[in-house]
């Protein structure tokens, strides 16, 4: 009959093999690639319209900060209404990753109403540069090689960014037919189309 402590000895060793493999394992389960995989970010129920979005709004996108916000507001007031999501690459501060990230959050929406609403309300919008209302429907047609910045200011989707822009394109070479206004950086095919009805162009 075998010694009493050898026997007591060789149960001590099973359990320890027991109690190591079960550390072995949990140590497996807690670093194993799929349990320490960060969950990402599902895109909400509700996209915000990159045309119509506010400060508070634009902040609430998971990669965009308070400075991300804020030249968007100020790319979209300086040229108008976006024309695809991918426009955003052209926004100070926003680069193609940026844009890939935030675009299942976005959508695109028309920037500004239709022209016969415009001119149905009371209050009619005065441009900060001259002071002077918004130009409607029945206003005579300026002339674009003619006009000053603050005519241009008038234009809807015209801001004083943009209207300098224009006389300053000018001052090279006179627009020989409307559309002649799509080689000035900023005026993209929605943005003429909303100018069109008020401008002509004349003899410099």
Request: charged share 25%; glycine share 6%.
């Amino acid at each position: 009959m075998a010694p009493a402590p050898s026997i007591s000895r060789s149960a001590q060793t099973a359990l320890a093999g027991c109690v190591l493999a079960l550390i072995a394992f949990a140590l497996f389960r807690l670093y194993a690639p799929t349990a320490a995989r960060p969950t990402e970010a599902a895109p909400p129920r509700r996209q915000v319209d990159l045309n119509r979005a506010d400060r508070q709004e634009l902040m609430q996108i998971p990669g965009l900060g308070p400075s991300n916000a804020d030249a968007i507001l100020a790319h979209r007031a300086e040229r108008g209404p976006f024309e695809s999501l991918d426009d955003l690459t052209h926004v100070h501060g926003v680069g193609p990753k940026t844009t890939e990230k935030v675009k299942p959050w976005l959508q695109l929406g028309p920037a500004e109403e239709p022209v016969e609403r415009l001119e149905r309300k009371p209050v009619i919008p005065t441009s900060p540069l001259s002071g002077k209302a918004k130009m409607l429907a029945t206003d005579a047609k300026i002339d674009v090689n003619a006009a000053t910045e603050a005519d241009f200011v008038r234009l809807p989707g015209i801001g004083p960014a943009l209207a300098a822009r224009i006389v300053s394109y000018r001052a090279n070479a006179a627009f020989a037919t409307v559309d002649d206004l799509r080689k000035v950086k900023g005026i993209g095919v929605k943005t003429l189309d909303a100018i069109r009805p008020f401008i002509a162009v004349g003899k410099k």
